[in-house]
């Protein structure tokens, strides 16, 4: 009784196959490449795996029995999805498969959306079936994530204290200080570092761990990690601070904010492309990567 499919098993379906394709043992040798009797003997082997006869062979030729006729139907079927399933397994092995979730800092300039953007359809033209989601968080909330296995990618501005995470240079991000049209600063034809000293600046509790600020509040009333609510907090007259200069170049041009000391206080800030070094990246996070890492190393449009 045949009760598990073995290599051998399906070496002898095939020879049967031919066998009755061919019209008989003696027909089959030229087919098969082997002797009469060699057929004869392999042929008894699978009636004895089945625990049943499939043909019927003498004086009266060759014939298949009741049996022998239903082993057949079910071989050609077997074989037939043994077909199916190699060319499908054949498309997974060139394709790439899974999902990727990738986490984006918050308010990122235009061109640096384009090329994540051009990255993606990159990927896109791959031989892929990836589910990508994107999600926009605080620097801490993607590091966090990034450490849970939420996320297998990041892009922001990372503290650089988390040596679980491998950080790869991606962009960088200009600075400059700012006050609003309602400061009395903004008025002033020149403004020194010495009145700076006591002007009351916004807080950013993560983005410069660093003291990466050259200018920095010593009379701080005001906190926000987030871009948007710097910027409320600059636009009230109340308070001066840093901004990324994208986000402040479209009130600078309705002449809302003025740059302060921008010579001897602007400052870069590195973006890095995130992922935690023990994992094991999957094909279609490293294609990824590799569309991402080629979107920005081209040239900046116009």
Same mark, same amino acid.
């Given at each position: 009784?045949?009760?598990?499919?073995?290599?051998?098993?399906?070496?002898?379906?095939?020879? /049967?196959?031919?066998?009755?394709?061919?019209?008989? /043992?003696?027909?089959?040798?030229?087919?098969?490449?082997?002797?009469? +009797?060699?057929?004869?003997?392999?042929?008894?082997?699978?009636?004895?795996?089945?625990?049943?006869?499939?043909?019927?062979?003498?004086?009266?030729?060759?014939?298949?029995?009741?049996?022998?006729? @239903?082993?057949?139907?079910?071989?050609?079927? =077997?074989?037939?999805?043994?077909?199916? /399933?190699?060319?499908?397994?054949?498309?997974?092995?060139?394709?790439?498969?899974?999902?990727?979730?990738?986490? =984006?800092?918050?308010a990122l300039d235009d061109q640096v959306l384009a090329?994540?953007?051009?990255?993606?359809?990159?990927?896109?033209?791959? $031989?892929?079936?990836?589910?990508?989601?994107? =999600?926009?968080?605080?620097?801490?909330?993607?590091?966090?994530?990034?450490?849970?296995?939420?996320?297998?990618?990041?892009?922001?501005?990372?503290?650089?204290?988390?040596?679980?995470?491998?950080?790869?240079?991606?962009?960088?991000?200009?600075?400059?200080?700012?006050?609003?049209?309602?400061?009395?600063?903004?008025?002033?034809?020149?403004? +020194?570092?010495?009145?700076? @000293?006591?002007?009351?600046?916004?807080?950013?509790?993560y983005r410069f761990t660093r003291a990466d600020e050259?200018?920095?509040?010593? $009379?701080?009333?005001?906190?926000?990690?987030?871009?948007?609510?710097?910027?409320?907090?600059?636009?009230?007259?109340?308070?001066?601070?840093?901004?990324?200069?994208?986000?402040?170049?479209?009130?600078?041009?309705?002449?809302?904010?003025?740059?302060?000391?921008?010579?001897?206080?602007?400052?870069?800030?590195?973006?890095?492309?995130?992922?935690?070094?023990?994992? @094991?990246?999957?094909?279609? @996070?490293?294609?990824?990567?590799?569309?991402?890492?080629?979107?920005?190393?081209?040239?900046p449009g116009p």
């Amino acid at each position: 009784m045949l009760s598990q499919v073995r290599d051998l098993d399906l070496q002898l379906l095939r020879l /049967f196959t031919t066998v009755v394709e061919s019209g008989g /043992f003696s027909a089959a040798q030229g087919e098969l490449g082997i002797g009469q +009797s060699t057929i004869s003997t392999q042929m008894a082997k699978l009636e004895t795996r089945l625990g049943f006869r499939l043909c019927e062979r003498g004086k009266a030729g060759f014939s298949l029995t009741p049996k022998g006729e @239903q082993v057949l139907l079910a071989t050609r079927k =077997l074989f037939a999805a043994l077909e199916v /399933f190699k060319g499908e397994a054949q498309g997974m092995a060139d394709k790439l498969l899974g999902t990727l979730s990738i986490g =984006l800092s918050e308010a990122l300039d235009d061109q640096v959306l384009a090329r994540v953007g051009a990255a993606i359809g990159r990927f896109r033209q791959r $031989n892929q079936a990836v589910q990508i989601e994107l =999600l926009s968080a605080m620097p801490a909330e993607l590091e966090r994530r990034l450490l849970q296995d939420q996320l297998q990618l990041a892009i922001g501005y990372f503290s650089g204290t988390q040596a679980a995470l491998d950080l790869q240079p991606l962009f960088v991000e200009e600075q400059a200080l700012y006050c609003a049209a309602s400061h009395p600063l903004f008025g002033q034809t020149e403004v +020194s570092r010495e009145q700076l @000293q006591g002007e009351d600046g916004v807080h950013h509790p993560y983005r410069f761990t660093r003291a990466d600020e050259p200018w920095q509040s010593a $009379n701080s009333s005001a906190r926000s990690e987030q871009v948007e609510g710097t910027l409320a907090f600059i636009l009230s007259g109340a308070h001066i601070g840093y901004l990324p200069r994208h986000i402040a170049a479209p009130w600078e041009a309705r002449g809302q904010l003025r740059a302060l000391l921008a010579e001897r206080l602007d400052f870069s800030v590195q973006f890095h492309l995130a992922s935690h070094r023990g994992r @094991q990246p999957s094909e279609a @996070q490293q294609a990824f990567v590799a569309d991402l890492l080629g979107a920005f190393a081209q040239s900046p449009g116009p």
